[in-house]
């Protein structure tokens, strides 16, 4: 069966910083690409940043890049997000997911159940 279970989350406010593990079992995590993904309120689920596997290329939505830092530990079969100098705006359920061919594409075929991220101003 397969498991991916984020935390994480929390309240926080705007500037702050925050760390998201993911941790992923009944698959072979190393050979997934894995990526984060976010859906606020009233709007569709986005990408936010992907690792491909053996963790060499990274991608970033515009909105996150130079404040979110996406890694992994293929040891501990856990992928993290770092957020820094969180905004309003970045408030949404938090998703990881992973797939062996899909990188910016929300339809990644495992998913998580979610993590909320709320940024006060």
């Known amino acids: 069966q397969v498991q991916l279970v984020e935390s994480g989350g929390g309240l926080v406010q705007a500037g702050d910083s925050l760390r998201l593990p993911c941790t992923v079992s009944g698959l072979s995590f190393s050979t997934y690409t894995m990526g984060w993904f976010r859906q606020a309120p009233g709007k569709e689920r986005e990408f936010v940043a992907a690792i491909r596997r053996g963790g060499a290329s990274t991608y970033y939505a515009d909105s996150v890049k130079g404040r979110f830092t996406i890694s992994r530990d293929d040891a501990k079969n856990t992928v993290y997000l770092q957020m820094t100098t969180l905004k309003v705006e970045d408030t949404a359920v938090y998703y990881c997911?992973?797939?062996?061919?899909?990188?910016?594409?929300?339809?990644?075929?495992?998913w998580g159940q979610g993590t909320q991220v709320t940024v006060s101003a």
């Open positions: 997911a992973a797939d062996r061919l899909r990188v910016i594409e929300t339809t990644y075929y495992y």
